[in-house]
């Protein structure tokens, strides 16, 4: 510690590879940050910059049509995929590039997907739930930096199995909390901090390599992968909300970037 320099804050901070995999009861008083980067916090990001005023995170098919079917004609877009596929009968996919202002502004979405929004459901019982993607690191950054709850990365995973790019920005957003926080990491969290280290450079090359980007490929939504990997395009951060459980923007610009590359 250099001379004058005051010790940094402990904070723990553990990563979940998987929802699944975060015990009951753990998120009882502490901020959780749901990553899907390929593609639903990534898709949700879009939506709210383009003017969207909520997303309306549900399991199933069904739920999906009757939240819609609750609200005003004309005011809802029902949005979701299953295999990466959009659903029939929905409005639109999980591509984030469908959501633009001309198209969407003050819509509510209602959204799901094959792991993010079970993911962000999940998050639910946190006291603070934010959304991130690369395409708002530095906004999520900013929040969590001047947050002093124990801090938990929720992975949405690909079908059931930890994925290399939930895993990358988990550990991009460590490498930059450690210099804010004396941090206390359980081993996913070491995990994702090595996958940062070691593929953080060739982020966009990294996206395809995984089984959520090569599944995209397959499906012809490289423009997809290529829109994830982008830094900062946006400065807003979706927090969740309840009564109903919908997502907002939480917080809006930056004062700096982040981005420790």
């Known amino acids: 510690m250099g001379e ?9 901070l553990h990563v979940h590879l998987l929802p699944q995999l975060v015990p009951q009861g753990a998120l009882a008083g502490a901020t959780a940050v749901v990553i899907d980067v390929l593609r639903a916090t990534t898709t949700i990001v879009y939506a709210l910059a383009a003017g969207c005023s909520s997303v309306r995170p549900v399991l199933e098919i069904e739920e999906a049509h009757q939240t819609a079917d609750r609200m005003s004609a004309g005011s809802v877009i029902l949005a979701g995929e299953r295999g990466g596929l959009p659903i029939p009968g929905f409005d639109r996919g999980n591509s984030p590039l469908e959501f633009t202002a001309s198209s969407c502004r003050g819509c509510c979405v209602v959204m799901t997907t ?5 993911a962000l459901l999940r998050a639910a019982e946190a006291d603070r739930v934010l959304a991130a993607a690369f395409v708002n690191f530095s906004a999520v950054c900013e929040q969590l930096v001047h947050d002093d709850r124990p801090l ?6 690909s079908d059931g199995q930890p994925s290399l790019e939930d895993s990358l920005l988990a550990g991009a957003l460590i490498e930059v909390l450690c210099d804010f926080f004396e941090l206390q990491l359980n081993d996913s969290a070491r995990l994702a901090w090595d996958c940062f280290e070691n593929h953080g450079l060739v982020l966009p090359s990294v996206l395809e390599l995984g089984r959520g980007g090569q599944n995209l490929r397959q499906l012809g939504f490289d423009a997809d992968i290529s829109a994830a990997a982008e830094i900062d395009t946006f400065a807003v951060v979706p927090e969740l909300r309840r009564d109903p459980i919908r997502l907002e923007i939480g917080a809006a610009g930056v004062v700096r970037s982040y981005w420790p590359r």
Do not use: F
Not at 4 to 12: D, F
Not at 114 to 118: I, L, P, S, V
């Open 4 to 12: 004058g320099r005051l010790p940094l804050r402990e904070r723990l």
């Open 114 to 118: 094959t792991n993010g929004t079970r």
């Open 152 to 157: 938990h990365l929720i992975c949405a995973g």
